[in-house]
């Protein structure tokens, strides 16, 4: 049996093996005009293999599977396209420059709260009314127990959740020392269970 570890190493995995096989045959066709009617057949299925949604939301994305035809083809592939050739890897780059996705930094701690949280904690720090303040804290609270329990599915104390209040609001929001309680956890799970029948 052969495996895929095997055989040769695909240069976009995304298109899968037989892409990478029909470019390879494209590149030993001799005749230029069944060549390059044999890239654009390739280029068709490569469109077909993406959803038209997100076509559309792709800049320049007719020009990308051009460009990406030849990445596959390891710049051999000598046919007449709509766009320049890219003749190397490094003016790819320059052209379509790959930017690191930088990711929020509420989600490195906490995420499992949510940037909603967030948002309320701001908020409820804003608001003016001291009284109403009050209620907000364990409002925000009581929603983030709901969360820790939605997400880790275990019991939690209610010190946990204000600790995490603290520490998210950086020390501006403090209700370690009140004596209230939030919501039972086994009043959330009892919630929780009958939201599923629904």
Request: aromatic share 14%.
């Amino acid at each position: 049996m052969e495996y895929n570890t095997n055989r040769f190493k695909l240069v976009i995995p995304e298109y899968g093996r037989n892409i990478h096989k029909m470019i390879d045959y494209a590149i030993q066709i001799k005749n230029r005009k069944k060549r390059n009617r044999c890239a654009w057949g390739i280029i068709k299925l490569m469109t077909g293999s993406i959803h038209p949604k997100f076509q559309k939301s792709i800049p320049y994305f007719q020009h990308k599977l051009w460009n990406q035809l030849f990445i596959m083809s390891k710049y051999q592939l000598d046919i007449d396209t709509p766009f320049p050739k890219p003749n190397t890897k490094e003016t790819y780059k320059m052209s379509f420059c790959n930017k690191k996705v930088v990711y929020p930094k509420y989600l490195t701690n906490f995420r499992y709260y949510g940037k909603i949280i967030r948002n309320m904690i701001h908020a409820a720090i804003r608001c003016i009314d001291t009284q109403k303040k009050e209620g907000l804290f364990y409002a925000i609270a009581n929603t983030m127990k709901k969360n820790y329990i939605r997400w880790n599915k275990s019991m939690v104390e209610d010190e946990v959740i204000f600790k995490d209040l603290k520490e998210l609001s950086k020390g501006k929001i403090c209700l370690m020392k009140n004596t209230d309680s939030l919501l039972q956890c086994s009043h959330i799970l009892k919630y929780k269970k009958k939201e599923k029948y629904y």
